[in-house]
């Protein structure tokens, strides 16, 4: 067991780190404007797409700059003070291996998508490492603060489609913070080695996080305190890492996160 804060609102994981670029700027970053070399060199830099002109993504008509490829620059956000390093490779992150105890909740898919961004579009990228963790349906997080246990945490390598797919619950919440997942990109060279990283955080639509929370086991922590607009990190570009679901409360959810890494 890790030694960490014992309350949420005890730590920084208000804090947003790495730059919110705007589109011109990473129009340079990716060499139309002299910065190629700005670019390879990464950093926390990274990008987010989705459908040109559709949710997630932005086309270069409505942009106002052209030649934007189908991957915009997001923000990088705050690690928090939950994470560990659990290497725990699986898809499946809802069980308790020390237990066998499965976390209750709606059913959540998440894809993600990693690509290589470049002038023109994105390629995927295989042999990402993605970390995942988040709290529970009650707002507890496992192997912090007390608590035992690895529950919703895992991790797993992106395939040469640069997709890997984790099964998980929708997030409860916890006082002071919007309902969000935290995620860890670290690229992987032939040994296996990360050779960059990048973190941030992804967010939930109000709506669909008010029917869920609805229902048991969410109903018993009560209604959440901090919605997306009154978030500090969220306000940062949160709205950028909204994730769009399909699916229902009672079958459960769906998203696709579609993210370009530039670094390692």
């Known amino acids: 067991m890790n030694s960490h804060p014992q309350h949420p609102d005890d730590d920084n994981d208000d804090e947003m780190i790495g730059t919110l670029l705007s589109r011109r700027r990473a129009l340079r970053l990716l060499g139309l404007g002299g910065g190629a070399a700005a670019l390879a060199a990464g950093g926390v830099l990274a990008q987010r797409g989705g459908p040109p002109g559709g949710a997630g993504g932005t086309s270069a008509g409505t942009s106002g700059v052209t030649g934007l490829p189908g991957c915009v620059v997001r923000p990088a956000m705050t690690e928090g003070p939950y994470y560990v390093d659990e290497k725990l490779r699986r898809s499946d992150i809802r069980k308790d291996t020390t237990t066998g105890k499965v976390s209750a909740g709606v059913p959540l898919t998440l894809d993600f998508m990693t690509s290589r961004v470049a002038v023109g579009g994105c390629q995927p990228r295989a042999n990402v490492l993605i970390d995942v963790w988040q709290c529970d349906a009650l707002g507890v997080y496992s192997d912090v603060a007390g608590n035992t246990g690895d529950f919703l945490r895992g991790t797993q390598v992106t395939n040469a489609q640069g997709k890997a797919t984790f099964t998980t619950v929708y997030p409860g919440w916890y006082p002071g913070r919007a309902v969000h997942i935290h995620f860890k990109l670290r690229p992987l060279n032939a040994a296996g080695q990360a050779t960059g990283e990048f973190t941030s955080q992804l967010f939930f639509p109000e709506e669909i996080t008010d029917r869920v929370h609805a229902r048991?086991?969410?109903?018993?922590?009560?209604?959440?305190?901090?919605?997306?607009?009154?978030?500090?990190?969220?306000?940062?570009?949160?709205?950028?890492?909204?994730?769009s679901?399909?699916?229902?409360?009672?079958?459960?959810?769906?998203a696709t996160f579609d993210v370009g890494l530039n670094i390692g």
Do not use: F
């Open 216 to 243: 048991a086991p969410y109903s018993r922590k009560g209604k959440r305190n901090t919605l997306n607009a009154q978030d500090g990190i969220y306000r940062n570009g949160g709205n950028q890492l909204l994730l």
């Open 245 to 254: 679901l399909v699916g229902s409360p009672e079958k459960g959810y769906r």
